[in-house]
């Protein structure tokens, strides 16, 4: 069945230390990808997209993500993280080809920044 | 400024009743969707439109409503046969069904607690 999955539910970093969160969707064919990340009790804002070409995307607020076919995956980083950036990320998918609003969303994780 | 309203915030329901969700949008969308969030599910899709007095049944649709009878309005109902609806709703759109280069764009929510 196709499925998105984020294996890490919660994460804890420190302020100023590296990210990467993980994603990995098993679709016959290349989907288009997103990553959006949501505050509590809010709505998802995206911080990017792959559709195509360069497979390093860059984001909204310092994020960055790698497509990698040979893997299925999607992981999301940023190289310093700021207090600010806790929140619960969400990868989601789209199979290609078909709507690009129609999403399939993983679980989510949940970040903690610590001082 | 141009994005999606979705009101109320807050929604208390009483065991047996009907309640609806509105979702306005001043994008000139096409497209636009209902999501469920649980905590550690993601988000599911309940309904979609993909054009204006047309809507597709999503993933959960059993126990919801929705009309499309206006581009910028996508309401939702959530009927007595929702055995679980306390969630967070999401509303969602998109420029069209199936343009290129485009994402889902998404209100507030709005948390559903039934009583």
């Known amino acids: 069945a196709q499925s998105v999955t984020q294996p890490d539910i919660h994460i804890t970093v420190s302020e100023g230390a590296s990210l990467e969160l993980r994603c990995n969707y098993s679709y016959g064919a290349t989907p288009y990808l997103f990553w959006y990340v949501q505050s509590p009790g809010q709505g998802l804002q995206l911080l990017l997209k792959y559709f195509s070409g360069d497979t390093l995307v860059q984001g909204i607020k310092g994020f960055e993500a790698e497509f990698k076919r040979s893997q299925s995956s999607f992981n999301l980083r940023k190289p310093s993280v700021h207090w600010s950036d806790a929140a619960e990320y969400f990868c989601a998918v789209v199979p290609g080809g078909t709507s690009y609003g129609k999403l399939t969303f993983g679980q989510g994780t949940i970040l903690t920044v610590h001082p | 400024d141009g994005g999606i309203t979705q009101s109320p915030k807050y929604l208390f329901r009483k065991e047996g009743q009907n309640v609806t969700l509105s979702c306005e949008q001043n994008?000139?969308?096409?497209?636009m969707y209902w999501y469920r969030q649980d905590p550690g599910q993601g988000l599911r899709l309940i309904y979609y439109s993909q054009i204006v007095n047309d809507f597709q049944k999503g993933d959960i649709a059993e126990g919801y409503s929705v009309s499309r009878e206006k581009k910028e309005s996508f309401p939702l109902t959530v009927t007595s046969a929702q055995k679980n609806p306390t969630a967070f709703y999401l509303c969602?759109?998109?420029?069209?069904?199936?343009?290129?280069?485009?994402?889902?764009?998404f209100g507030q929510g709005t948390r559903l607690t039934v009583v």
């Open positions: 969602a759109s998109s420029i069209t069904w199936t343009a290129s280069n485009t994402e889902a764009f």
């Open positions: 994008l000139n969308h096409d497209a």
